[in-house]
């Protein structure tokens, strides 16, 4: 059991919790995730580690309130517990010094984009972040990522803050203005194949991070496979980050939605079922 | 004791019954029958069927206390050597082991010892629970990777040895194959919940959700987590695909997912538990092990109407248990043989609507010495179905054997053990079971973890 020690609402459907589990945080890497599981008769979910914190023996998950298992989790409190977790899992990001990198975080993607642009300030990059949402109200940590980049750029939608725009719109720009080295964008996956779409003719190495459905998360099922150039890779121990230019978006974006039916009629129970009634 | 009496037959639910349900098919023997199939034995003075069993259990001894009534006397003989007994009664494939050796095999049928072990396990659970003994402690730590059978019986006679040792699984639940890969319906998984408890009443812990090479490395548990030895029991966890076009189609599953979603994540009983699994009218297990015929008889009683096992070779080279391959018959899979898909085409969505196929015949034997299957030139058919189950083996996961620098690994990425003792290149580490001998059977990879037990004591009382 892994206890919460911090529990909060960053946005709309965004849930923040902060977790005691110190074997993972000592060893935990930017670009690294962990597999939960909250019941008995619970799904098991990837979801990538936006923080991590060795002193502290934590570490920290953002996820978007979509599905049975994060609604739960939106209501869990401080002090509760979940009942698994297991990590760190996935191969780390590839930081090194490249010289001027971009990272760009859309949506609940700020999240895992945050470790991985402290990593590459750390190492001596020169770090331009690019983080966006529909509106102001889904944009969170705009300070930490601040804290880590020597230039923080923000795009909404809608224009509620920032660039009223694409993440992609602001990447242009970046572009047109500077020599990048190297790009990582997290997101939706449209967003990401627009960021590879974006760098590719300016051949700028672009990591994207999937996050396909899994089960185990350790190698064994194989149900997070994804076509990269010519190869199958499992995400969950060959990746999370590809490169972006290689990897087969349209193919990753219909796995994505195999269940979609069966989270319905999962989310449909969830809300009769709600606070375990048992009314049905 | 007499040769007259026939082999006792293993009552079973009725096919048309047992595939609406995920209960045990097998119901295991009364007390009377029991006692009867044990009479057959002959009690042999230097008994041939001891040598098939990978864990050496005293088959003859134990069956003359079943044949007086004495099943405490009979459970008591064979957990000294078998920390398992409910789950190998099940799975082993006898026919290839000890019975294979029974002399009354020669003329008639051999006693049929793994009802007999199952129904003495079974026997036991009914009772009032006895204390297990502990040992006193010796004081050394051994650490064991992988809570599956080979992990289970290492650490289980380590324990009986009086040894501290810690178990490190990867999911969230000790077991391994026993509890994701084997169905339900041919071992319930109350069984291997039992077996586990045993092992831990033995004073062995469990640590869950501990994937080592993430959490901690090999290196890191003998270094600083202060463990005197190491054993690697990870098994075959790394699907096999084909590598033909289609294959990363919607609803094309390795045999690991399909099972495990079902097995482990209780998709059978979705949208109750949370894990979906989707089985369509028409389902193809591209396969003919027991991996394969379970997966055939997992997807009918998860109502598919149409299950195929698909193969390129005969019946004759089918590598699945006969009464498995029975089993699956009955129930009504159908079986394509010298068959095998070249291509999956899919649906506007990317789902999987048919597979193309191609027809095959047995050539001259090839190295494992069977008739090499042929391909027919334009012998290319089109079946349509709706999922597609790839059960044509699992190689050795790597997390544990990348992450362990001085391994030595074959070229296929098994680790490299000594037959006997399990002692790998590395002092200190010893490895068993699937991740050496790759894909094999569950009383295999618990002989392995017996022999390494057995090295390991050795090592910790020589340092």
Known sequence: MYKIIHQEKIGENLGLLEIEAPQIANKAKAGQFVIVRIAEKGERIPLTIADFNKESGSITLIFQEVGRTTLRMGQMKKGDFLLDLVGPLGEPSEIENYGTVVCIGGGVGIAPIYPIARALKEVGNKVISIVGARCENLLFWVEKMQAVSDELLIATDDGSVGYKGFVTDVLKQVLSEKEIDRVWAIGPMVMMRSVADVTRPHQIKTIVSLNPIMVDGTGMCGACRVQVGEETKFACVDGPEFDGHLVDFELAMRRLVYYKDEEKRALAQEQCHGGGCGCH | ?463
């Open chain 2, 1 to 463: 004791m007499s040769l007259k009496i026939p082999r006792n037959p293993m009552p079973t639910q009725d096919a048309k019954e047992r595939i609406k349900n995920f209960n045990e098919v097998a119901l295991g023997y009364t007390k009377e029958t029991a006692i009867y199939e044990a009479r057959r034995c002959l009690q042999c003075k230097r008994p041939l069927c001891m040598q098939g069993c990978p864990v050496e259990v005293d088959i003859p001894e134990f069956i003359a206390e079943v044949a007086k009534g004495e099943f405490d006397k009979a459970i008591e003989i064979i957990k000294t050597k078998n920390s398992l007994p409910a789950v190998c009664g099940r799975v082993c494939p006898q026919e290839n082991q000890c019975e294979k050796y029974c002399i009354l095999g020669k003329k008639d049928e051999p006693v049929a010892i793994g009802r007999l072990e199952r129904f003495v396990a079974d026997w036991e659970a009914e009772q009032v629970a006895k204390e297990v003994e502990r040992k006193k402690s010796t004081g050394k730590k051994v650490a064991v990777i992988g809570a599956g059978p080979a992990g289970l019986t290492c650490a289980g006679d380590l324990a009986k040895l009086g040894h501290e040792v810690t178990v490190f699984e990867a999911l969230h639940t000790p077991g391994g194959v026993l509890m994701y890969g084997i169905p339900e319906f041919r071992l319930p998984k109350e069984v291997v919940r039992r077996e586990i408890e045993y092992i831990e009443k033995l004073g062995v812990k469990f640590e869950n959700n501990s994937v080592i090479g993430k959490i901690y490395t090999v290196d890191e548990l003998l270094e600083q987590e202060g463990f005197d030895a190491v054993f690697i029991g990870t098994g075959a966890g790394l699907p096999y695909f084909m590598g033909i076009p289609g294959e990363n189609l919607n609803g094309v599953y390795s045999a690991n997912e399909f099972l495990t979603r079902t097995n482990l994540m209780c998709a059978y009983d979705f949208p109750n538990s949370c894990t979906p699994i989707k089985v369509g009218k028409k389902i193809a297990v591209i396969g003919a092990g027991n991996v394969a015929m379970d997966a055939a008889r997992t997807a009918l009683r998860l109502g598919a109407e149409e299950s195929y096992i698909i193969y390129r070779r005969s019946r004759n080279e089918m590598p699945a248990r006969h009464e498995e391959i029975e089993h699956a018959e009955e129930e009504g899979v159908e079986f394509m043989l010298l068959t095998s898909p070249v291509e999956f085409k899919g649906d506007e969505n990317g789902n999987v609507k048919s597979m193309v196929c191609i027809r095959y015949k047995l050539g001259e034997p090839d190295a494992s010495g069977r008739k090499k299957p042929v391909p027919i030139e334009g012998s290319e058919f089109e079946i349509e179905v709706d999922n597609v189950v790839m059960a044509i083996g699992q190689g050795p996961n790597p997390l544990v054997p990348s992450s362990t620098p001085g391994l030595e690994l074959t070229k296929w990425g098994n680790i490299v053990a000594n037959e006997e003792t399990g002692q790998t290149s590395k002092k200190g580490v010893f490895a068993g079971g699937d991740i050496v001998t790759g894909a094999a059977t569950v009383i295999l990879a618990m002989g392995a973890g017996k022999k390494a037990a057995k090295a390991i004591h050795e090592y910790l009382t020589e340092c």
